[in-house]
């Protein structure tokens, strides 16, 4: 029985560890590609109400700053060569069969403009330290820069690797209801850092209750084994 318990308790560390790797606390919010950035959205899925889930998307702003809802274009897939950022904006249509979030919670303002945007945006692009262009083909893409092919990542790997705008996470924002977008209001600030030191601390608790329960769980096996060897 006892070799039971202490099955759980790896089994719960396990699942403790993985959490925390999943649902970081703090995470990269944008990724500067010269004068543009890409930026980490979480997207929640309003189709069920009782389960909650979500889709983690990038948009990026090649109008400026970070727009409001109807002018953003959402990233597939980045590279970088040299000086050169290169990638992949989703079509419309793309970007609703790729994330059912999106599809459930459709940007603010006129469907048909916020389409016309995204697809005016799709498609391949580029940015260097004096010059963007997007709306290209692979073709034109593979010329420009003469490549033999094309080895996009998830933008979530730059962003995760290079990033900066370090802040409480996309997740943890969702769950406490603070804005997606990079906090500026100090009220929102204060409570995420707040909320940051919290979830520490619960954490480390956890961790702490984990720990000590399987050192106690493998020395009562080890005193039970040399026991069972002394009686023997």
């Known amino acids: 029985m006892k070799k039971v318990f202490l ?4 089994i719960l560390l396990w699942i403790t560890i993985w959490h925390f790797y999943k649902f970081p ?10 004068n543009k950035k890409v930026y980490r959205r979480l997207i929640p899925n309003t189709i069920d109400p009782i389960v909650k889930s979500s889709d983690l998307l990038f948009n990026i702003n090649f109008g400026g700053e970070e727009q409001d809802d109807v ?14 950022w290169i990638g992949y904006v989703y079509s419309f249509d793309e970007l609703v069969k790729e994330s ?19 697809n005016k945006h799709s498609g391949y692009f580029y940015v260097t330290s004096n010059e963007t262009k997007y709306h290209l083909t692979k073709e034109e893409i593979m010329r420009k820069f003469n490549l033999k092919k094309l080895s996009l990542k998830s933008p ?24 997606q977008s990079k906090l500026k209001d100090e009220k929102d600030i204060k409570n995420a850092k707040n909320i940051e030191k919290r979830i520490k601390r619960r954490r480390i ?16 096996l080890v005193k039970n084994k040399k026991e069972t060897i002394h009686n023997d």
């Open 71 to 84: 002018g953003r274009a959402y990233v597939k897939g980045l590279m970088n060569k040299g000086d050169v």
């Open 100 to 118: 059912s979030a999106y599809a459930s919670n459709p940007p603010n303002g006129d469907g048909l403009v916020v389409e016309e945007y995204v």
């Open 25 to 34: 606390i703090t995470e990269n919010m944008s990724l500067s590609l010269h």
């Open 7 to 10: 099955g759980i308790n790896v």
């Open 156 to 179: 979530r790997f730059f962003v995760d690797k290079f990033g900066t705008d370090r802040e409480l996470s996309n997740w943890h924002k969702y769950t406490y209801e603070l804005p």
């Open 205 to 220: 608790l956890w961790l702490v209750i984990l720990i000590l329960c399987l050192k106690l769980q493998v020395s009562f």
